[in-house]
């Protein structure tokens, strides 16, 4: 997390919602919401993390090009520099490992007492090294996805382990200020 304090930047926000709603997926429905809500809670708690703002972003854009689990809309990565253009190198690189990274792969290494910054590219094959301070923020966009959705699909156990150590390497539950959201007082 970045020690920078991110004020709710609206205007941003608008103009971020106006890119979803160019490409009509806004108003989809994800998660007993719209699209549009989940990526907008996701940065929410991103910024309440006092994540940077380009972390925020990524949280915005974390599943833009599909993930293993999620397809029901894929930019094609031809228009990455469009994104890039629009939310910055840095936040559409996170984005971009988000949606790419092998969650098996990942789910093993974050497991690890020092886990290694790196993930294994789901379609390629290929293992993407990452700095330190990159791959820390791609663990903040992976959680907040996870905790902004998960009391709609009701799906506490699936990878439970990974988002259990993921708090712990953000600070954990309390710290990240959600375990009353999540029933985990005392974790």
Same mark, same amino acid.
């Given at each position: 997390?970045?020690?920078?304090? /991110?004020? #709710?930047?609206?205007?941003?926000?608008?103009? /971020?919602?106006?890119? $979803?709603? @160019?490409?009509?997926?806004?108003?989809?429905?994800? !998660?007993?919401? #719209?699209?549009?809500?989940?990526? %907008? +809670?996701?940065?929410?708690?991103?910024?309440?993390?006092?994540?940077? &703002?380009?972390? *925020?972003?990524? +949280?915005?854009?974390?599943?833009? $090009? +599909? #993930?293993?689990?999620?397809?029901?809309? =894929?930019?094609?990565?031809?228009?990455?520099? =469009?994104?890039?253009?629009?939310?910055?190198?840095?936040?559409? =690189?996170?984005? $971009?490992?988000?949606?790419?990274? =092998? &969650?098996? !792969?990942?789910?093993?290494?974050? @497991?690890?007492? %020092?886990?290694?910054?790196?993930?294994?590219?789901? #379609?390629?094959?290929?293992?993407?090294?990452?700095?330190?301070?990159?791959?820390?923020?791609?663990?903040?966009?992976?959680?907040?996805?996870?905790?902004?959705?998960?009391? &709609?699909?009701?799906?506490?156990?699936?990878?439970?382990? !990974? $988002?259990?150590? /993921?708090?712990? *390497? /953000?600070?954990?539950?309390?710290?990240?200020?959600?375990?009353?959201?999540?029933?985990?007082?005392?974790?």
């Amino acid at each position: 997390m970045s020690e920078s304090t /991110l004020e #709710t930047n609206e205007p941003r926000l608008a103009k /971020l919602r106006a890119y $979803y709603e @160019q490409l009509g997926i806004a108003d989809r429905k994800h !998660t007993q919401r #719209t699209f549009w809500d989940h990526v %907008e +809670g996701t940065y929410r708690l991103l910024e309440s993390w006092r994540c940077a &703002r380009a972390v *925020c972003e990524a +949280g915005v854009f974390h599943s833009i $090009y +599909g #993930t293993e689990r999620f397809r029901s809309f =894929e930019l094609p990565l031809d228009r990455r520099p =469009e994104l890039q253009a629009l939310i910055g190198e840095e936040a559409e =690189e996170l984005a $971009y490992l988000n949606c790419f990274m =092998e &969650r098996s !792969t990942f789910d093993a290494d974050i @497991q690890r007492p %020092e886990p290694p910054p790196r993930i294994r590219h789901r #379609t390629a094959g290929v293992e993407i090294r990452i700095a330190p301070d990159r791959f820390d923020a791609l663990c903040c966009v992976h959680l907040a996805d996870w905790v902004e959705s998960v009391g &709609r699909w009701k799906g506490w156990n699936e990878r439970r382990a !990974t $988002y259990d150590r /993921l708090a712990q *390497c /953000l600070g954990g539950w309390q710290e990240l200020g959600v375990a009353r959201r999540l029933g985990l007082e005392g974790s």
